[in-house]
């Protein structure tokens, strides 16, 4: 069984997609880490931002979990700015801070989105599975959910959800 950590990038720290998180962690105990709650800017060539949240964030990323669970709102059918500027964060880690750039590999990585639409629209997930890919991560799986979609179909969609990562033995009551 491995630990995993919820990574919320939305706008909204209690928003669709921060309830979606909420369920989850009722189900995994996964704690929750609000990327809105943190100082972290915008990746830069330079390096001048190494003075905000995002290594420190990383290191208790890599250090403790096995298991990233990407959360975010669908704004303009891609993922959230937050969650953009995370991503693009990463390169300090392949560039700079290259050892801990490397505790990515061979964790895993699931997504969950929320958005107006039914269905997430092809090429939505491209980012996350690339990424994991370049990063040596595995991909398990992603769940989307309609903003108004019933608690039945939340439900149901969530245990789906935990239901596949139990597949991998993710958790660790």
């Known amino acids: ?10 706008s909204n720290s209690h928003g ?3 309830k979606l998180c909420n369920s989850i962690q009722q189900y995994t105990h996964f704690p929750i880490i609000d990327l809105r709650t943190k100082n972290i800017l915008p ?14 964030t990383f290191r208790t990323i890599v250090d403790n979990y096995e298991l ?9 059918y891609a993922m959230s700015g937050t969650m953009k500027i995370f991503f693009d964060r990463f390169s300090d880690c ?5 050892e801990l750039g490397r505790k990515l590999r061979g ?17 939505f997930t491209m980012p996350f599975v690339e990424t994991a890919n370049y990063l040596g991560m595995h991909y398990i799986t992603n769940t989307h959910l309609s903003e108004d979609a019933t608690e039945l179909e939340k439900n149901v969609a969530l245990q789906n959800f ?12």
Do not use: C
């Open 107 to 123: 964790k895993q990585m699931a997504l969950l989105s929320v958005g107006s639409d039914k269905e997430i629209k092809e090429g």
């Open 162 to 173: 935990v239901d596949q990562l139990n597949q991998f033995q993710i958790f660790l009551q």
């Open 1 to 10: 069984m491995k630990k995993g950590v919820i990574i919320l990038g939305s």
């Open 68 to 76: 990233i669970i990407f959360a975010t709102p669908v704004y303009w």
């Open 94 to 98: 392949l560039k700079r801070h290259k």
């Open 16 to 18: 669709e997609t921060y």
């Open 43 to 56: 990746f830069d060539y330079e390096f001048k931002n190494q003075e905000d949240d995002f290594l420190n």
